[in-house]
């Protein structure tokens, strides 16, 4: 049953990638979409069944097949499903249906082998997405790790015609490999250290283990692992991909840059929780790389024009809020918030989406403007996301992020909880910098002076093409917009899975994941906290809270001021810090420094060291040379080539026997 | 098991359809339909047979180690036997070799079209030397094939080949003779050693592996062996004549060179060089494992700057090569299976990839990267094939190349971790230059308008295409299937390899070489 999961969806990558252009879109667009849902209701049964189990009993699993077996090391094809799985395939599946859903009315425009191609691989990616979180060994997640990145490089390159999709493809595909390098390192050094790539062995094993003080093995694993999440999840020092991961159809930046695939690299920490819980060293690490590529990214954010680009910033921001979680230890929280980013930064994906598509590929929100009115879907359910993760309760990431925030803060890392905080200052501002400027004000698109003569410009060619004009732009159609008014009600409620205690609920969510993140001898062992201490911690839980949501509404009325109240401010802001204007605009430059760094050099070391220095002039220079004097002898040995196969062998032999005569009586 | 000499019929037959089709008349190429057939023919029929050889092959741990086992005295003077059999690891490369050959003649279809009976006979006498190779247990029988392959090889580059042909077959030729002039030696001095030892000559391949070869002999002739293997794999810095070759080379000589040949170097070692001198191979082995390594990154480095495609693919050759020795090199279970899997492996996905890059040259006559772009809107079908083909040579997990990649580190990682930490390297290198053409050749606008016009994959290409694209899937899924007969054959080597403790020269060992050889023993435990 289990296998059924994963099987649905490659069945439907089958249908469409051998024989979709010959089927009428409805029919592979259907079809892609009727896998998933099946997919989902599979998986809605199955977690059923394992939540029908005692707590500390959670899991089923299924063995496919032995996929390697080389003498002692063999790897199953194994799916396990423990409440950790189960929350990531509900989410995979669920998500990723109402997605699909979505595509069959926004990639309406493209020729039906095209159509069918572009559901081929959306299904294709949610196969291997499911492989990823419900592998039980370290190599069948690596099979999902590497396929999710396949799928992301072949839709990020979907319109194959246009430079910037081919470049942006290769570089989120080697960028990612840079991490699964430091992946691979990873898994080998713990299969030498464990003897096994099973998470479930390698936790019992690390379980009966102290955890290292200093950097050790378990250091190097774990930190090794980390960077290759740091690929994946497009954190410090690899996240420049993500943002250039844009130019793929968007329905694609939500499933995978947002929901799912970029969120592999924090489930597979919560995955080996016990693991990186014995080396608190690399934890430390995590927390502070999440913390600064938080910060890092939302400056970037507030300055970006493209709305799919200020999106993909803040989806790196959010991913870094998610390690900082998993590096302070709360595993449970960082899960929560992948859980809740999943809806509403969907949500707001497709928002922008639904904008993108009325605005005929409009992407830049200098030329949006005053669309609240005539998109008033999209505009009332990107508002919700938006306030959602803002932070401000009672939406869906108000209770996530509070509970990073918390326990950030109670697990002793009070500086980082300040970036925390400041970022979620920043989040605030550049969500509803986005809202004013896209939905209100005036409208500032083609029509206007500006726009006509931005239409022999970059973005030109679109916009002069379908001629769009303010009166050609519509709200998503239907089934656009029924998957934004499910995804909004999903990112207004489902916080309200994980209420802390400290307003009175029982954090359900955490409670349903525990089991995932103790070594499973550790089952059922809840930690036991005197009622004083528990009191104290409420109150500081609370006084965090106000706090938070404080620093939410600041942000949120700063965007006000600045981008609706006053606009010329945020002008005379770049005028009067140019400097600093630029450096965020151009994202710290930091493409330039790697180009400049890393792939400048290395291109001239293989150009001109080693290909035409060291291959032809150093090599082949002294085989020609050897050559050449060969050459010259052949003059004299022409004279005793007579042309019979029969006499070189002999004549060959002959001079073995002659050398090895040499070497014997020397 | 019949009593039918199956070995000998293998090999016999694609020289008995050579030697055939020498009688047709096709001077001015009436009957190159004909010719092409009866090649096609004999070469699927030796296919059939290499499976039949597998569904009869034993491959349970108790079974005899050769299997198939002919023997007739040939110049009994010297005690040299016409001594053939296998075991799963030959098995397997005769069965790439059954299975590359005809699809590297289907690609001569379209890319040769000039004394084509004589194409075709060379290349059905290169099947039977390839084969000879793999089969042969008596070390002199062994190097008279290992030679006989040069002699069609030499001549379908040099007669077949494009502008530089003479150049890169004069420079194949050297290359390749000037190590097995030097194998020859130690073969001789091997067996006359044999001869003052028991006072009998031998050339017999497991005589000689009982043979305790004293350890400055060990030192040159496992030198000699792993010369003449290096310059085959190519190893850096031997392998400055595989490009040329390969460029110069018509397509279906680089499917087979780089399908097959290539393979009989690293074959030569885990067959030869590595049993019969065990001692002096693991005193060897960091060294192999260090030019491997240096192979593997700078194979990658400078195939990522190559303008010519055909380039292009040999330097990931030299890379992807490297991989195989570093296995071997580890010299354990997984290393050495990663090894086999990768020759495998690499015989698919490189046979595939120059397949691919003779077909879009078949169309344009010109290599360069430069001269194509945009080709997915003209052709999808080609461009879908290539890219499952370039993602099996990049080792995408679920596709072939990284079953035998990830063995490897594996091994290799249990004997040395630092070689690996430089081998890894590789995977982000492999996606770099392949990507980059990927995207070069296909995707963008098209620049160049003559590619406008160009047709998809034909009927015979898909021929040529479609069984690799699904050989480098089932063996990326189902990877047992060839695991499993190899595995009683690599744990004999391994285990034979073990009873023997790296060698040490009259206490010339550079101490670097005993730290990294260590550990290497604690590991194998």
Redesign the interface.
Known sequence: MLSLIPLLPFAGFLVNASMGRRLPKAASGGLASAVMVASFLVAVQQVWALAALPAGERALSQTV?????????VIDLTFRLDPLSAVMILVITGIGSLIHIYSTAYMHEETG?EFARYFSYLNLFVFFMLLLVLGSNF?VM??GW??VG?CS?LLI?FY????A???AS?KA??VN??G??AF??GT??A??TFGTLDFQQIAGQVAAMPPEVTFGTFSLITLLLFIGATGKSAQIPLYTWLPDAMEGPTPVSALIHAATMVTAGVYMIGRNAVLFEAAPLTLTIVAVVGALTAIFAGTIAIAQNDIKRVLAYSTVSQLGYMFLAMGVGAFGAGIFHLFTHAFFKALLFLGSGAVIHALHHEQDIRHMGGLKAKLPVTYWTFLIGSIAIAGVPPLAGFFSKDEVLFYTFYNGHQLLWVVGVITSLLTATYMFRLVFLTFHGEYRGPQSAQGAQRAHGAHGAAAEHSGHSEHSVHDAPPAMAVVLILLAIGSAVVGFLGVPHALGGHNQFGEWLHPSFVAPAAHGMAEAASAADEASKIALERLLMAISVLVALAGIALAFGVWVRRPEIADRAAAQFPGVHRLLLNKYYVDEAYDAAVVQP??R???DG??RA??VKV??GA?NA??QA?GGLSAVLRLVQTGSVRSYAAS??L???V??GY??WR | MTGLPLLSILIALPLLAAGLLLFVDNRDGARDGLVRGVGLGASLLVFVLTLGLWAGFDPSATAAEFQFVERHAWIPAFGIDYYLGIDGISLLLIVLTGFLTPIALLTAWESVHMKVKEFVAFMLALEAAMIGVFASLDVFLFYVFWDFMLIPMYFLIGVWGYERRIYAAIKFMLYTMAGSVLMLIAIIGLSWLHYTVTGEYTFDLLKLYALEVPAHLQYWFFLAFALAFAIKVPLFPFHTWLPDAHVEAPTPGSVILAGVLLKMGTYGLIRFAFPLFPEAALYFAPLLATLAVIAIVYGALVAMVQPDMKKLVAYSSVSHMGFIVLGIAAMNVQGVQGAVYQMLAHGVATGGLFALVGMLSDRRHTRLISEFGGLKAVMPRLTAAFVIIMLASVGLPGLNGFVGEFLIMVGAFRWAPGYVVVAGLGVILSAVYMLWMFQRVFLGEITHEENRSQPDLTVREWAVIGPLCAMAIVMGVVPNVFLKPMEPAVTRLVERMERHQPMRVEGTAPPRLEVAAAPAREARE
């Open positions: 097949f032995t996929w390697i077996a080389s003498g002692d090391f082998s190599l690596f099979v590497e396929g396949l490089y390159g194959y015609t246009k430079k999709a081919g470049d290769k595909f080697i490999r840079i699964d390098y691979i390192l080998l050094l299969l030498v290395i291109h070391l293989s150009q080693l290909w060291m291959d090599v082949d085989v050897a050559g060969v060959t032999f001079g073995a026997v050398i090895l070497f014997l």
